[in-house]
């Protein structure tokens, strides 16, 4: 063998490993490849076993000096190999094809893709902004309810509108607020209460209907809105109370109740702000709300005070048929009076509940009003009665009835007037005042009696016609 034909075969060899590891892999990769490639790729998986058995046909021919046209075999070889390389172009274009279109397809899924969380995110956003929304009005709601409760719990007018404030003002973002009422004999908007402020300037507001933000918004019945009421001219007119406040943005709503104007809700912030339109509808609910609850607290405190004037009337009504009664028979002046004083005293000492213990002052004071109806050559007569004028005298407490029974109010008294000369049943105190201050008190056909002998009187009397444990505390209390 000569130096070049040496020097080829050691050549081949390498080629030849390669070519093994190559159909290797081709075999390897064979279930991967899809079924329009396989024709090719076994194709291309014959020639390389071809370009093996030539090499080693060709070592053959060098290592045992066989005579053979070499040519032949290089130019097989080149045939093979030309045919190899057509098919690694065809496969390397059809893998290029699949990979552009591949490209393509990553291209639109990955567009799809930015398109779709694009989308995501603004219904992240608006989920998010909804569920921002619907906590804000759960908080509005708990806050409505909130003030609910307080209206229902207190009609005195300061606490719940200081109440109001406390729960309102802090959710509607605010640093501070004032209730302004209207007092309707003035036309003027006066302090109601305040929330928030670090001075007391707020309390010295006085604002006519008409006249700066509250005024507007009371006059006109509509939201005010100043942006910046340090920016002049503004309407609203009481900078001057506020000036180290530091407020900038101010809202005024009218409070309306009944068609009727009650006052103003005005509240400040220390920046700007501006309303959306939800903050708004929640603001204007509030003042619905503090409307409702000065409504009803007014209309409350003028039921207790026509109350008490009712109560005052009757009871001046009943005091006055007490002197009337006193003044058609001068002898008994102020006995009334004492038997009533006399009787309450006794029913305190016994603990007689304070909403009876008016009940038994109209009673003692009205328990002679039966006398009206007893002719007065009876009722004056300075001797003995006769039978029939006895008997006339005794059906004064039946005239009482008669007299007292219609009036409703009068209905809890009517038992002193009525039953104040029954003998002893366990429960009346009002016969033993009764009978003492007559003893004690002159007629025109007695003398008074010593107290001493008017008690030994009564004890006397105890356990028949007096309850003896009233006695003793009858007697221990005069």
């Known amino acids: 063998m000569t130096p070049s034909q040496l020097l080829s075969t050691i050549l081949v060899i390498p080629g030849i490993i390669f070519l093994s590891v190559a159909a290797r892999l081709c075999v390897q990769t064979w279930r991967q490849v899809p079924i329009s490639l396989a024709g090719k790729w076994q194709a291309l998986t014959g020639l390389i076993l071809f370009f093996i058995a030539g090499y080693l046909f060709f070592i053959v021919i060098q290592v045992r000096q066989l005579v053979f046209p070499v040519e032949i075999v290089t130019g097989l070889v080149f045939l093979g190999g030309s045919l190899f390389v057509f098919l690694v172009i065809g496969l390397s274009r059809l893998t290029i094809a699949k990979v552009r279109d591949a490209d393509k397809e990553i291209l639109r899924t990955n567009t799809a893709l930015v398109h779709k ?44 509108m200081k109440l109001f404030l406390e729960q309102t003002v802090s959710q509607l973002g605010m640093d501070a607020g004032a209730i302004l009422l209207l007092n309707p004999h003035t036309q003027t908007l006066d302090h109601g209460a305040d929330w928030g402020f670090e001075g007391l300037g707020i309390r010295k507001s006085r604002v006519r209907l008409g006249e700066g933000g509250a005024g507007l918004a009371a006059y006109e019945r509509r939201i005010v809105y100043i942006a910046d009421i340090t920016e002049l001219p503004n309407p ?70 026509s109350n008490i004037e009712l109560t005052l009337a009757y009871d001046t009504t009943i005091e006055g048929w007490a002197k009337a009664l006193e003044l058609r028979d001068s002898e008994t002046e102020g006995h009334t009076q004492r038997v009533a004083e006399l009787t309450l005293k ?133």
């Open 117 to 160: 969380n694009t989308e995501l995110e603004k219904e992240i956003a608006a989920r998010m902004e909804a569920e921002g929304r619907a906590k804000a009005r759960l908080q509005h709601l708990t806050t409505l309810h909130a003030i609910d409760m307080v209206i229902t719990a207190s009609l005195d007018l300061r606490l719940t």
């Open 236 to 305: 609203f007119v009481r900078l001057e109370l506020l000036q180290h406040e530091k407020f900038i943005t101010y809202y005024a709503v009218p409070l309306i109740a009944k068609g009727q104007v009650k006052g103003v809700f005005e509240i400040f912030c220390r920046q700007r702000f501006e309303a959306d339109p939800e903050w708004s509808d929640f603001f204007e609910a509030l003042a619905i709300q503090a409307a409702i609850a000065i409504d009803n607290a007014t209309l409350f405190r003028k039921l207790q005070e």
């Open 346 to 478: 006794v029913a305190c000492a016994l603990g007689i509940r304070e909403d009876e213990l008016d009940h038994v002052r109209r009673g003692a004071l009205l328990h002679d009003i039966g006398k009206m109806a007893v002719p007065d050559s009876v009722l004056m007569n300075a001797g003995p009665l006769t039978e029939e004028e006895q008997q006339i005298m005794r059906q004064h407490p039946a005239f009482a009835f008669d007299l007292l029974s219609p009036i409703h109010y009068l209905r809890p008294a009517l038992d002193i007037p009525y039953c104040h000369h029954e003998w002893w049943d366990g429960t009346r105190i009002f016969s033993i005042a009764d009978t003492w201050d007559a003893l004690i008190s002159a007629r025109r056909y007695r003398e008074a009696w010593l107290p001493e002998k008017v008690a030994a009187h009564i004890h006397s009397l105890a356990g028949t016609q007096f309850d003896p444990n009233l006695v003793d505390i009858f007697l221990a209390t005069v």
